[in-house]
């Protein structure tokens, strides 16, 4: 992955947009002082790729600056795997507007939406995750050891997502996927094929057989079964025959009645009773409903003329509303007058006060522009009076801040003559004990050659070949003493000791300089710049004030100043007392007229809507006194004489209404009564005379019909239908006719009945006949016989079509498990030997002692041959000998391992076609010294030399000096701003740093 542009806004201190173009550049720095926002370009770099924040690794909501519109915009160009891709992400401090994550590939059309998906895209063409990225292409403040302090297994996780061996168990995760998946169609293909015969072509040449042998006896015994099923078929005939005609006999026979003539005597009897009484009825109720009819003729003749029984009600109600509404108009008249007057006294007031009202304005407006120019100049006077407060509060703050900074100084000067005394005694120290150390060190080595023989015979015994000139050694032999020796090896050790004390005590002089040196310049510095504000806070001061005398107090000094403030704000007040007076009373005349003019009016909208209700309240009187019926009207118009003649003409109507009323209520008992009777009688005839006469017919009727259905059987004249019209008299002959028919039936269906049992005999000889030339006991048997043989017949047939339909399904399955078998196999077998204790552990396990080959020649070349790796990651000493944990390494050469790594397995990727392209080192250059800095950089020029893009970010300023591309961010009120410098610039910018050392 290589950067090409990167684009932000919203992105911690940057609030504007930002552009940063990568093209053609390949060893940069950017450089800024700190918290300008250097660090946060990797912020953006990281949150593009992966959407997260590299302290957290959680959303880039924490990355979103203050003050903006609430929302982070990021937008990366690189390049991965030979194409030009553009991620975009957005997220905002609220929902809204919604996150947005896109990849775009710039070189084709392909497009991914969606925060996982785009991050699973970038993954793949990156070829490193969230965590392995930050441990090998960027490598923020606080991040950058981290893949030389990482645990085993953790580095052994980044290399080999770096290396591309995470494509590897990709490769093995769809092995395993494609075998799980094909196994069990496999297994599925083979149990299909096990119940399946094994040659179809033998099972159908078997079935063909059985079915030729089934078929010929289902012939024999079918033409057997045809000749019995025609005899049982004519006894079956003959027997239902004889069946229906005894049945039909019986039920004829059930049905017939002895007393049928009888009943129908009864009820001619009686119906000729009852026919009497309700003639009788019938008159007397024709003389009632006449009475009837004359009364509500009367009443309804009344209606119509409107002196009924509604209409004179309604004419008494008429009566009292009006005599109540002409009482409440003649008022309502008074109090209309009364409210006319006094809206016309009240308009003319009005009118009076309105002339007056200009003048009012012009006062209010000319007081209330003396008391605003009375406030600006009171304003003024104030501004002025905190302004000198502020001067002189300012001038003497510098002058004690001064003060204080000049006092500390000879007490900083004598702490740094001290720390440079200590310095030289220390360094005098480590001379002698050098001295010392190199005293007895050749003392010892001249010991050591002086007893080279006794030493070479120390370890020798009686019979021993003699050292020096091979003969064996007496039998007395003792090994020689070397006198001296061990207390030349104590003195050396004892010296060694006291070098290292020394310079160690050297060092922590050096530091403890370095530090008073630097307290030192800082105090100068700031005596100067305070200084310097001083004097700008004294002339600001004499500028506004003249010649001030800072022995003085505040108050004395500011004294006049304070009194234009006094006389400025009583005149404010009494302006101010005059404008409000005239605005006041503009106020009250102005409400008034408001006020005023549009309640006159709608008191006057009011009483014109009142007279105008009053004349349609007449209007409405005059009409309900002409709806009241014309002879209760005496007057054309409506007066209370009237009303009262109306209301007495009315009630003698009432009552003659009433009486009619109470006749008619009479007449309608009585008649209500005869109807009664009338109906009971009704009832009565149709209950004990209609519904038995109409059941006696229903039973003649059942017994024709059925009498026809047997006559027809036995082809023998129906009896005849019932007479019309219908009578009682006429139904009772219809019976007897029909009972006499019937029983002449009766007689022909059992006559028929036992000719039919003679040809039931007949066929049942025939079927004993055919089975016994058969040789069959029964029909049981013969029947049992034909489906044995039918069952034969299709089951050799369903045998023959299922092996012929199974014979390419056969041909299909052994093909297809003839295929899938070995691929399932194979699959099974990649899995396995893609395991991680297999060939990938392999891969690592080479790649990563290939890693530390380069990373330790890098290493000693930028620690003069100081330090390398060991197989375990831990650092070889090269002045012990020995291995280190790199936790005991100091800052500077925990960075130096730190980069060395990196370095390294950038070489490593790019042997291998690798994807990492870029390295962004942030911080980390100011623990080194300028011999050890310059290493670290030709380090990083080889790299870029190789066209990868390398960035290294520092507040250090004079690191600008190794670099032909700059980037300089800088913060400004309105949000950090990042732009590439030019090389008049870059060096102007190092000039600056350096000349800005020296002053210091």
């Given at each position: 992955m290589r950067p090409v542009t990167l684009k932000f806004a919203g992105l911690r201190s940057y609030r504007g947009e930002q552009e940063i173009d990568f093209t053609d550049v390949n060893l940069m720095a950017i450089v800024g002082d700190t918290g300008a926002g250097k660090s946060s370009i990797l912020e953006g770099l990281?949150?593009?790729?992966?959407?997260?924040?590299?302290?957290?690794?959680?959303?880039?909501?924490?990355?979103?600056?203050?003050?903006?519109?609430?929302?982070?915009?990021?937008?990366?160009?690189?390049?991965?795997?030979?194409?030009?891709?553009?991620?975009?992400?957005?997220?905002?401090?609220?929902?809204?507007?919604?996150?947005?994550?896109r990849l775009e590939g710039l070189s084709d059309s392909s497009d991914v939406v969606g925060f996982q998906a785009v991050n699973d895209a970038v993954q793949q063409l990156v070829g490193l995750g969230h965590k392995a990225f930050l441990r090998a292409v960027v490598l923020p403040q606080g991040k950058f050891q981290e893949l030389l302090q990482a645990k085993a297994t953790e580095r052994t996780t980044i290399l080999k997502s770096v290396l591309g061996l995470d494509e590897l168990a990709e490769v093995r995760r769809q092995a395993a996927a494609e075998f799980h998946r094909l196994a069990p169609q496999l297994l599925e293909l083979e149990r299909r094929r096990a119940p399946l015969p094994a040659d179809p072509a033998v099972a159908i040449a078997d079935a063909d057989e059985r079915l030729s042998a089934a078929a010929a006896q289902v012939e024999q015994l079918s033409d057997l079964t045809s000749v019995i099923i025609l005899a049982r078929k004519d006894a079956d005939n003959a027997a239902q025959l004889a069946g229906k005609y005894r049945t039909a006999a019986k039920r004829l026979a059930d049905e017939l009645p002895v007393d049928l003539a009888d009943q129908y005597a009864s009820l001619i009897e009686l119906d000729t009773e009852l026919a009497g009484e309700i003639a009788v009825a019938e008159r007397k109720l024709e003389e009632t409903e006449g009475e009837e009819t004359r009364l509500k003729t009367f009443l309804a003749e009344g209606d119509l003329a409107g002196t009924g029984v509604s209409g004179v009600a309604s004419a008494l109600t008429g009566f009292e509303a009006l005599r109540g509404q002409l009482a409440e108009v003649s008022g309502q008249e008074t109090e209309l007058a009364e409210e006319k007057a006094a809206l016309d006294s009240a308009r003319a007031e009005l009118s009076e006060r309105r002339i007056g009202h200009a003048d009012l304005v012009t006062k209010a407006e000319t007081t209330a522009a003396e008391a605003r120019l009375a406030e600006t100049a009171h304003s003024d006077a104030e501004t002025k009076l905190s302004q000198c407060r502020d001067l002189l509060a300012v001038a003497r703050q510098a002058m004690a801040s001064f003060s204080n900074a000049t006092a500390a100084l000879p007490q900083l000067r004598q702490a740094l003559r001290e720390r440079t005394s200590d310095v030289a005694d220390a360094d005098q120290a480590v001379k002698d004990a050098k001295t010392r150390l190199d005293r007895a060190t050749k003392d010892l080595d001249t010991l050591q050659r002086k007893n080279s023989a006794a030493h070479a015979a120390g370890e020798s015994h009686p019979g021993d070949p003699c050292p020096i000139c091979v003969r064996p050694l007496p039998d007395d032999f003792a090994p020689p003493t070397t006198a001296g020796t061990e207390q030349a090896k104590t003195e050396r050790t004892q010296a060694e000791q006291e070098t290292e004390a020394v310079g160690a005590e050297l060092v922590e002089a050096q530091n403890s300089r370095t530090v008073a040196q630097v307290r030192l310049e800082e105090a100068i510095k700031l005596a100067d710049e305070l200084c310097e504000k001083r004097d700008s806070a004294c002339s600001a001061a004499f500028e506004a004030l003249g010649a001030v005398d800072f022995a003085l107090d505040d108050e004395t000094i500011l004294q006049e100043v304070a009194e234009q403030v006094r006389r400025a704000a009583e005149a404010r007040e009494t302006i101010a007392a005059n404008a409000k007076a005239a605005q006041d009373a503009m106020n009250d005349n102005d409400a008034y007229l408001r006020h005023t003019d549009p309640a006159l009016t709608q008191r006057e909208k009011a009483l014109e809507k009142n007279l105008s209700a009053l004349d349609r309240r007449k209007e409405k009187i005059a009409t309900l006194y002409s709806a009241v019926p014309e002879p209760y009207r005496?007057?054309?118009?409506?007066?209370?004489?009237?009303?009262?003649?109306?209301?007495?003409?009315?009630?003698?109507?009432?009552e003659e209404l009433r009486r009619t009323t109470n006749r008619l209520a009479t007449v309608q008992k009585q008649a209500k009564l005869l109807r009664e009777k009338k109906k009971g009688l009704a009832k009565k005839r149709d209950s004990e005379v209609g519904q038995p006469a109409t059941q006696l017919n229903l039973l003649v009727q059942t017994i024709a019909t059925r009498s026809a259905a047997a006559a027809e059987l036995i082809e023998m004249p129906a009896p005849w239908g019932r007479p019309a019209p219908p009578?009682?008299?006429?139904?009772?002959?219809?019976?007897?006719?029909?009972?006499?028919?019937?029983?002449?039936?009766?007689?022909?269906?059992?006559?028929?009945?036992?000719?039919q049992d003679s040809q039931v005999l007949a066929a049942q000889s025939r079927v004993a006949e055919a089975l016994a030339t058969a040789g069959l006991p029964d029909e049981a048997t013969l029947e049992e016989r034909l489906t044995n043989a039918r069952t034969d017949a299709r089951e050799a047939k369903r045998d023959r079509e299922t092996a012929i339909g199974q014979q390419p399904l056969c041909a299909?399955?052994?093909?297809?498990?003839?295929?899938?078998?070995?691929?399932?196999?194979?699959?099974?077998?990649?899995?396995?030997?893609?395991?991680?204790?297999k060939f990938p552990a392999m891969v690592v396990k080479r790649r990563q002692r290939a890693l530390l080959e380069h990373a330790s020649r890098l290493l000693r070349s930028m620690t003069r041959d100081r330090f390398a790796f060991s197989a375990d990651f831990r650092i070889v000493d090269g002045h012990t000998g020995q291995p280190r944990d790199v936790r005991t390494l100091s800052g500077g050469e925990t960075f130096l391992a730190s980069l060395a790594l990196a370095l390294g397995l950038v070489e490593l990727t790019s042997r291998g076609g690798g994807r990492v392209e870029a390295l962004f080192l942030d911080e980390g250059f100011g623990s080194l010294d300028s011999t050890v800095l310059g290493d670290a950089l030709d380090a990083l020029a080889r790299q870029a030399d190789d066209g990868r893009l390398v960035a290294v970010i520092s507040h250090m300023r004079d690191v600008a000096e190794n670099f032909d591309d700059v980037l300089l961010v800088t913060r400004t009120p309105g949000g950090s701003q990042a732009r590439w410098l030019d090389p008049a610039e870059r060096d102007q910018l190092v000039t600056d740093e350096l000349a800005a050392g020296l002053l210091s």
């Amino acid at each position: 992955m290589r950067p090409v542009t990167l684009k932000f806004a919203g992105l911690r201190s940057y609030r504007g947009e930002q552009e940063i173009d990568f093209t053609d550049v390949n060893l940069m720095a950017i450089v800024g002082d700190t918290g300008a926002g250097k660090s946060s370009i990797l912020e953006g770099l990281c949150f593009a790729l992966y959407g997260v924040c590299t302290w957290n690794g959680n959303s880039g909501k924490d990355l979103i600056t203050d003050g903006g519109d609430g929302t982070l915009r990021v937008e990366l160009v690189f390049r991965a795997r030979g194409k030009t891709w553009r991620v975009t992400r957005t997220t905002s401090a609220g929902s809204s507007p919604p996150a947005k994550n896109r990849l775009e590939g710039l070189s084709d059309s392909s497009d991914v939406v969606g925060f996982q998906a785009v991050n699973d895209a970038v993954q793949q063409l990156v070829g490193l995750g969230h965590k392995a990225f930050l441990r090998a292409v960027v490598l923020p403040q606080g991040k950058f050891q981290e893949l030389l302090q990482a645990k085993a297994t953790e580095r052994t996780t980044i290399l080999k997502s770096v290396l591309g061996l995470d494509e590897l168990a990709e490769v093995r995760r769809q092995a395993a996927a494609e075998f799980h998946r094909l196994a069990p169609q496999l297994l599925e293909l083979e149990r299909r094929r096990a119940p399946l015969p094994a040659d179809p072509a033998v099972a159908i040449a078997d079935a063909d057989e059985r079915l030729s042998a089934a078929a010929a006896q289902v012939e024999q015994l079918s033409d057997l079964t045809s000749v019995i099923i025609l005899a049982r078929k004519d006894a079956d005939n003959a027997a239902q025959l004889a069946g229906k005609y005894r049945t039909a006999a019986k039920r004829l026979a059930d049905e017939l009645p002895v007393d049928l003539a009888d009943q129908y005597a009864s009820l001619i009897e009686l119906d000729t009773e009852l026919a009497g009484e309700i003639a009788v009825a019938e008159r007397k109720l024709e003389e009632t409903e006449g009475e009837e009819t004359r009364l509500k003729t009367f009443l309804a003749e009344g209606d119509l003329a409107g002196t009924g029984v509604s209409g004179v009600a309604s004419a008494l109600t008429g009566f009292e509303a009006l005599r109540g509404q002409l009482a409440e108009v003649s008022g309502q008249e008074t109090e209309l007058a009364e409210e006319k007057a006094a809206l016309d006294s009240a308009r003319a007031e009005l009118s009076e006060r309105r002339i007056g009202h200009a003048d009012l304005v012009t006062k209010a407006e000319t007081t209330a522009a003396e008391a605003r120019l009375a406030e600006t100049a009171h304003s003024d006077a104030e501004t002025k009076l905190s302004q000198c407060r502020d001067l002189l509060a300012v001038a003497r703050q510098a002058m004690a801040s001064f003060s204080n900074a000049t006092a500390a100084l000879p007490q900083l000067r004598q702490a740094l003559r001290e720390r440079t005394s200590d310095v030289a005694d220390a360094d005098q120290a480590v001379k002698d004990a050098k001295t010392r150390l190199d005293r007895a060190t050749k003392d010892l080595d001249t010991l050591q050659r002086k007893n080279s023989a006794a030493h070479a015979a120390g370890e020798s015994h009686p019979g021993d070949p003699c050292p020096i000139c091979v003969r064996p050694l007496p039998d007395d032999f003792a090994p020689p003493t070397t006198a001296g020796t061990e207390q030349a090896k104590t003195e050396r050790t004892q010296a060694e000791q006291e070098t290292e004390a020394v310079g160690a005590e050297l060092v922590e002089a050096q530091n403890s300089r370095t530090v008073a040196q630097v307290r030192l310049e800082e105090a100068i510095k700031l005596a100067d710049e305070l200084c310097e504000k001083r004097d700008s806070a004294c002339s600001a001061a004499f500028e506004a004030l003249g010649a001030v005398d800072f022995a003085l107090d505040d108050e004395t000094i500011l004294q006049e100043v304070a009194e234009q403030v006094r006389r400025a704000a009583e005149a404010r007040e009494t302006i101010a007392a005059n404008a409000k007076a005239a605005q006041d009373a503009m106020n009250d005349n102005d409400a008034y007229l408001r006020h005023t003019d549009p309640a006159l009016t709608q008191r006057e909208k009011a009483l014109e809507k009142n007279l105008s209700a009053l004349d349609r309240r007449k209007e409405k009187i005059a009409t309900l006194y002409s709806a009241v019926p014309e002879p209760y009207r005496s007057e054309p118009e409506p007066t209370d004489a009237a009303i009262d003649l109306g209301v007495e003409k009315a009630k003698q109507r009432k009552e003659e209404l009433r009486r009619t009323t109470n006749r008619l209520a009479t007449v309608q008992k009585q008649a209500k009564l005869l109807r009664e009777k009338k109906k009971g009688l009704a009832k009565k005839r149709d209950s004990e005379v209609g519904q038995p006469a109409t059941q006696l017919n229903l039973l003649v009727q059942t017994i024709a019909t059925r009498s026809a259905a047997a006559a027809e059987l036995i082809e023998m004249p129906a009896p005849w239908g019932r007479p019309a019209p219908p009578s009682i008299l006429g139904d009772a002959q219809w019976a007897r006719d029909v009972l006499t028919a019937a029983t002449k039936i009766v007689k022909g269906c059992r006559s028929a009945a036992a000719a039919q049992d003679s040809q039931v005999l007949a066929a049942q000889s025939r079927v004993a006949e055919a089975l016994a030339t058969a040789g069959l006991p029964d029909e049981a048997t013969l029947e049992e016989r034909l489906t044995n043989a039918r069952t034969d017949a299709r089951e050799a047939k369903r045998d023959r079509e299922t092996a012929i339909g199974q014979q390419p399904l056969c041909a299909e399955l052994d093909s297809r498990i003839a295929a899938a078998k070995p691929a399932v196999e194979s699959l099974h077998e990649l899995d396995g030997l893609l395991a991680d204790g297999k060939f990938p552990a392999m891969v690592v396990k080479r790649r990563q002692r290939a890693l530390l080959e380069h990373a330790s020649r890098l290493l000693r070349s930028m620690t003069r041959d100081r330090f390398a790796f060991s197989a375990d990651f831990r650092i070889v000493d090269g002045h012990t000998g020995q291995p280190r944990d790199v936790r005991t390494l100091s800052g500077g050469e925990t960075f130096l391992a730190s980069l060395a790594l990196a370095l390294g397995l950038v070489e490593l990727t790019s042997r291998g076609g690798g994807r990492v392209e870029a390295l962004f080192l942030d911080e980390g250059f100011g623990s080194l010294d300028s011999t050890v800095l310059g290493d670290a950089l030709d380090a990083l020029a080889r790299q870029a030399d190789d066209g990868r893009l390398v960035a290294v970010i520092s507040h250090m300023r004079d690191v600008a000096e190794n670099f032909d591309d700059v980037l300089l961010v800088t913060r400004t009120p309105g949000g950090s701003q990042a732009r590439w410098l030019d090389p008049a610039e870059r060096d102007q910018l190092v000039t600056d740093e350096l000349a800005a050392g020296l002053l210091s």
